[in-house]
């Protein structure tokens, strides 16, 4: 316990410092201690030193923090989110992806790009918020696919469940791309994924989602320190599962979603953080879910940080980074699972 405790004292400075340099970088770097006094500044009325440019001040407020912010905030979402799909299928391959909301997601984005339609008063966020509404839908597809044919919603029907429902899906997005080809462009870079020139707006966009499913799901942290013993203990011992199953793949979805729908499809981090959390703090979910949300978040503000510096000043999705980080360490899970090492 006192363990776990130091770690978290020694991860949130860390996190900090981590947020600070993703500001700081750029295709025009800003010295690390005027983007501290800028943030604190701006967060705390703090004076700023007078050397600091005016432009600065602008590059890092109304650039690259709510970039860096989102980044985070998405990276945290999608790691929360993985060690729930975790717990729940008690499989550390699994991920929420498996349930359709990315395939979900990429329909709804299609669809806009492809009729150009915008919603009034969601303007720019129209798109987003379709992705959403669709990855949604899909997984709740899923859910009751799977409670329809299953009552117990075991963990292997509704891993079947959303492998199909998946692939149905994107065949209906493959076809759609195939008879309007000249959006292919668009849709391929939404699939991949990028925070670029995505501000403030998309940070308020997400919050409220992100509040929601993480309140949502440390309600449920004991029932999934429960689970973990298997469903007939936690029936055993007064944990309706199927309801919290439920409940919980909600509140995933809810992270998920809002975060494919913002960002586009970014995968492995939902699968990285919650297993390195798990190797360091253990596998109570008090710890776990916070931690999984400082070390995606963490995660996501790297590899971003890579995308856009590593051929500046172009970027790399990046998808592309998290794809390249994420397939090894798939490969080195599954195959040291396999030799029960």
């Known amino acids: 316990m006192n363990k776990n405790k130091n770690l978290i004292i020694l991860t949130i400075p860390t996190v900090f410092l981590i947020i600070c340099l993703g500001v700081s970088i ?18 705390l009325n703090i004076p700023l030193k007078e050397s600091i440019n005016p432009k600065d001040i602008s590059i890092i407020w109304s650039i690259r923090l709510p970039r860096v912010l989102l980044a985070f905030m998405v990276g945290g979402c999608l790691a929360v989110s993985g060690a729930v799909v975790q717990s729940i299928l008690k499989n550390e391959l699994a991920s929420p992806y498996t349930l359709g909301v990315s395939s ?25 918020i379709v992705g959403f509404l669709f990855g949604l839908l899909t997984v709740y597809s899923v859910i009751t696919f799977s409670a329809k044919i299953d009552k117990t919603m075991s963990n292997n029907t509704i891993i079947l469940a959303g492998m199909v429902f998946s692939l149905f899906v994107n065949a209906i997005l493959t076809t759609i791309t195939a008879l309007f080809s000249e959006d292919i462009q668009s849709i391929t870079m939404w699939q991949m994924g990028s925070f670029s020139m995505k501000g403030w707006s998309y940070v308020k966009a997400l919050a409220p989602f992100l509040i929601i499913g993480i309140i949502g799901v440390l309600k449920y942290s004991k029932e999934m320190d429960i689970l973990t ?41 939902d699968l990285i953080a919650p297993h390195i959390v798990r190797k360091i703090f253990g596998s109570k979910h008090s710890y776990v879910i916070p931690m999984s949300f400082l070390f995606g978040g963490s995660l996501m503000v790297i590899t ?13 999705p990046v998808g592309a980074i998290t794809a390249l980080i994420g397939a090894p360490f798939f490969a080195y899970v599954y195959f040291k699972s396999k030799k029960g090492i």
């Open 304 to 316: 971003d940080l890579i995308s856009r510096t590593i051929i500046s000043p172009s970027e790399l």
């Open 104 to 128: 979900g997601a990429s329909l709804g984005a299609g669809l806009v790009i492809v009729i150009g339609i915008s919603i009034p008063f969601l303007g720019g966020l129209t798109l987003p």
């Open 229 to 269: 013993f298997g469903e007939e203990q936690a029936k055993a011992v007064g944990v309706d599962t199927t309801k919290v199953k439920k409940r919980l793949f909600i509140f995933s979805t809810t992270l998920t979603g809002s975060a494919v729908a913002l960002s586009g499809t970014i995968g492995f981090v």
């Open 26 to 43: 750029g295709s025009s770097n800003i010295n690390i201690l005027d983007t501290i006094n800028i943030l604190l500044n701006k967060m």
